[in-house]
């Protein structure tokens, strides 16, 4: 299926939670728009995500078996939000979807999708240990590519090197 | 998992003194025997981990009771990295996640930002000549996997027939572009250079003399009774199993299930090369056991070396003169935007999330990583096999740690 066809599908099972389509839009110099390039988005809202999900596993005409990505983004120090986003593969219907959330980063907390694709599991660890992004119902938070006793959240944008580790310093 | 292990749990603790006298009035000695499991940690410097990766095995007596992957060796901060510097000059790092592949590397980055770029065009000999390396990669690649696999399960001749064709491969792209490992040679527009002269008819050569080799690995390995004993039935992954973790690539398709990024999304010129029916994809049939065990991975990458083969010598029938970069500034600045391309590796979906805010260097580049991901399947793969073969199972995924830990 085409993107649009997906969407149109999300919207006919009255999936929860979308707030809109992000698509690539050309530039325009009379209102100084830059133009956006790539691929479009559904934007959704953070706590429907496992809703979402699991529609676009079971759903027949969805089925999208293999969840490909799940990560984060911070685009700037002073943005209130880091992005989530999700990449999902059908490899019955050859579609792919790529999800975005908006996570407020005063309390980034966000629904485990370990449940719905074991997949999950090790994006999950990497992107809360990297971002600070905690999955409620995760059942293995460690961290995954860190040591253990790591402080801080070395992906984001506001993120402070440390000067030593273990007295080993790296000035 | 539970049943197998109370199975294996000897109990031999005396309930009372008098058993420990026995019938014939002999005295029996009783040792306070533990038995709780053992923990063993394989790696992080272990031949068959291929890199520096620990796996904490617990095992009970020779049965492996559970597995978990320690990462995190060799992380080297790739997507800090690549939002710290320019776009080009992140180029050379993707070279360093998978090395063994690493012109698929660069074809990923690439593309992924050419398609922030909608104005660019690639000439056509650049893209042949991307076909070109990329198949030759990833024979070089299915060689490494093919030669180490022979050597985690007691066989050493083959390692040294693959390393004579790959040695053959890395020349040739030393002639093209300077290098043997990390080649950087596929760039956003195209490619660093054209061919040299005769850079073409050798790759032919190489063809020819290749498919005359294949047959040897085949008998060599493949085939071997030894070996086919040692992988057939063990480490079998379903088709469900595979969707569940994700898992892209050979793996997936040892699992039975046709799809190929190259084939199925196609990017570059591979639709074009599909439909002219100069490729298959194979699968794993379970044709010595069960369908998605070690031996059929094994196979599906050995079989793939011919694949790429045929697609090569179509591109070199086709080629023709041209440039080979599009038109691209030194510094290069991507219009604003996000994309995600995902290309097919050899050692599944290399995945690169880019974004762009107009400047020269990334607001974020994701990589999403092929070996990673298929790692994670050890955890469920390894409970309830044997410990001797449990490094056939490693292998079997044929990670490799740059890319995992990146």
């Given at each position: 299926m085409e993107f649009q066809a997906i969407v149109d599908r999300l919207r006919a099972l009255n999936a929860p939670g979308i707030v809109e389509v992000d698509e690539p839009r050309a530039p325009d110099k009379e209102t100084k728009d830059k133009g956006r390039s790539g691929r479009p988005f559904v934007m959704i809202e953070p706590a429907s995500l496992v809703d979402i999900l699991h529609l676009c596993r079971d759903d027949e005409r969805l089925q999208m078996e293999v969840l490909i990505d799940i990560t984060a983004s911070d685009p700037a120090v002073d943005d209130a939000n880091l992005w989530i986003l999700v990449e999902l593969l059908s490899v019955k219907h050859r579609h792919r979807l790529a999800l975005k959330a908006l996570l407020p980063k005063a309390n980034p907390v966000l629904p485990s999708a370990t449940a719905i694709y074991r997949a999950a599991q090790w994006h999950e660890r990497e992107c809360a240990e990297m971002y600070g992004v905690t999955f409620e119902g995760h059942p293995d938070p460690r961290n995954i590519l860190l040591p253990d006793d790591w402080v801080g959240h070395p992906m984001r944008k506001d993120y402070e090197f440390p000067t030593e580790y273990h007295g080993i310093s790296c000035e | 998992?539970?049943?197998?292990?109370?199975?294996?749990?000897?109990?031999?603790?005396?309930?009372?003194?008098?058993?420990?006298?026995?019938?014939?009035?002999?005295?029996?000695?009783?040792?306070?025997?533990?038995?709780?499991?053992?923990?063993?940690?394989?790696?992080?410097?272990?031949?068959?981990?291929?890199?520096?990766?620990?796996?904490?095995?617990?095992?009970?007596?020779?049965?492996?009771?559970?597995?978990?992957?320690?990462?995190?060796?060799?992380?080297?901060?790739?997507?800090?990295?690549?939002?710290?510097?320019?776009?080009?000059?992140?180029?050379?790092?993707?070279?360093?996640?998978?090395?063994?592949?690493?012109?698929?590397?660069?074809?990923?980055?690439?593309?992924?930002?050419?398609?922030?770029?909608?104005?660019?065009?690639?000439?056509?000999?650049?893209?042949?000549?991307?076909?070109?390396?990329?198949?030759?990669?990833?024979?070089?690649?299915?060689?490494?996997?093919?030669?180490?696999?022979?050597?985690?399960?007691?066989?050493?001749?083959?390692?040294?027939?693959?390393?004579?064709?790959?040695?053959?491969?890395?020349?040739?792209?030393?002639k093209i572009c300077g290098a043997r490992l990390t080649y950087s040679f596929i760039r956003i527009g195209g490619v660093f250079n054209d061919a040299p002269p005769g850079w073409l008819k050798e790759v032919g050569m190489f063809c020819d003399v290749f498919e005359e080799k294949w047959r040897e690995y085949y008998d060599l390995l493949v085939e071997n009774h030894l070996f086919v004993m040692r992988t057939k039935d063990i480490g079998i992954i379903s088709e469900e199993m595979a969707y569940d973790f994700g898992l892209t690539g050979p793996m997936l398709r040892g699992s039975g299930v046709d799809f190929d990024l190259r084939r199925d999304m196609p990017y570059m010129d591979y639709k074009e090369i599909w439909d002219a029916g100069v490729y298959q994809i194979p699968l794993g049939r379970g044709e010595k056991g069960t369908t998605g065990d070690c031996w059929d991975r094994f196979y599906v990458r050995v079989q793939e070396m011919m694949e790429s083969i045929k697609i090569v010598r179509y591109c070199l029938e086709v080629i023709e003169a041209g440039p080979v970069i599009g038109d691209v500034p030194k510094v290069i600045k991507v219009p604003p935007g996000e994309g995600y391309v995902g290309i097919e590796n050899p050692r599944g979906e290399l995945g690169h999330y880019v974004h762009s805010d107009g400047g020269k260097i990334a607001v974020r580049c994701r990589v999403r990583a092929p070996s990673f991901v298929n790692l994670a399947v050890l955890e469920d793969l390894m409970p309830g096999t044997l410990l001797a073969d449990s490094v056939a199972i490693i292998g079997s995924t044929d990670i490799v740690v740059g890319e995992t830990d990146r």
């Open positions: - | 998992m539970t049943d197998l292990k109370q199975q294996h749990t000897p109990s031999i603790q005396p309930s009372s003194e008098e058993e420990r006298i026995l019938p014939s009035g002999e005295r029996e000695f009783f040792f306070d025997v533990s038995t709780s499991d053992l923990e063993i940690n394989m790696g992080p410097q272990h031949p068959a981990t291929h890199g520096v990766m620990r796996v904490l095995l617990r095992t009970d007596g020779e049965l492996v009771t559970g597995a978990q992957p320690h990462l995190g060796y060799l992380h080297r901060c790739a997507e800090k990295i690549g939002e710290n510097v320019e776009w080009l000059q992140y180029l050379p790092y993707t070279d360093r996640y998978d090395y063994l592949s690493a012109m698929n590397n660069n074809l990923g980055y690439s593309l992924a930002v050419e398609s922030l770029m909608p104005e660019l065009e690639i000439p056509r000999r650049a893209t042949l000549i991307r076909t070109i390396c990329a198949e030759l990669n990833r024979i070089a690649s299915a060689l490494i996997a093919y030669g180490t696999y022979g050597l985690d399960i007691g066989a050493f001749t083959p390692f040294f027939y693959a390393f004579r064709e790959r040695e053959w491969i890395q020349a040739l792209f030393e």
